[in-house]
């Protein structure tokens, strides 16, 4: 089973929820060679809500994924804490939705929740708790103490830094902080366009259903992690398209208003 812990299905945070689009991204994830992500969308992302509306709506929920025409789709959130960081949170999507209901008073930067406060909340939940791109500059973890971060289940090796930081270097980097940590590390592609799909994976050993099933193979390290010889071509490739995308939504927005 081949899964992205870290996709997105919106263009961006300020983009609305375009079905066309989702079904776009979850067909070339399929022609990839990917069997399932992890829809982790920002937790403040413009009508969060419309993206569950449309998938109960077309397709099916069925133990822990929605069935995309073969194709699974686990709910997740992405999550930014008061300290300055992002935490992925994947689970039952009823658990999901609970979760952001609890975080409606945090979604402007000034009111983010903070690190513990947000893991008190998660652990009442069977989530699988990932620490989002823990050395990226804009947006790093590992400024939090050992203890806090050990909450986590596992640091996300992410498409976008490796493209930025080398993914020799990057890899390096990140498997010596999260051994001291105590941690397992997935790969996540953090893509908002199809191209950057297949740039970081995970293979796990054995189908998954539910994010009990995922938590287990991660912490029994029943997995492998793969990077793409097209990572920097995909990347790229991706962030051209996401920011053509973005100016062609917003002049069309400023032309129908």
Partial sequence: ????????????????????????????????????????????????????????????????????????????????????????????????????SHLEGHLLEEHFIPFNQLMDLADGYP?????????????PLYHLSKKQLH???????????????????????????????????????DTHQYFQYGSVYNELNKECNTVGDLKKCIIAGDYQIHTSEDLYLKVKAATVVKKLLKQVLLQEKEIAG
Avoid: C, W
């Fill in 151 to 189: 909450r986590l289940d596992a640091f996300d090796l992410n498409g976008k830094d490796l493209y930025a930081q080398g993914v020799e270097e990057y890899i390096s980097k990140l498997n010596s902080f999260a051994k001291e940590i105590g941690l397992p590390v997935v790969g996540g592609s």
């Fill in 127 to 139: 989530v699988l708790k990932i620490g989002a791109h823990p050395f990226r500059e804009s947006t």
């Fill in 1 to 100: 089973m081949k899964i992205d812990f870290h996709s997105h299905v919106k263009i961006s945070k300020k983009s609305m929820f375009m079905p066309e689009y989702f079904k776009e991204m979850m067909k070339e994830a399929k022609a990839i060679g990917l069997n399932a992500v992890a829809m982790t969308e920002h937790f403040n992302t413009t009508r969060f809500y419309d993206i569950y509306d449309y998938l109960d709506q077309h397709y099916t929920y069925q133990q822990g994924y929605y069935d995309v025409e073969g194709f699974k789709l686990f709910p997740g959130i992405e999550v930014d804490i008061k300290e300055t960081g992002h935490i992925l949170l994947i689970g039952d999507r009823e658990d999901v939705i609970e979760i952001r």
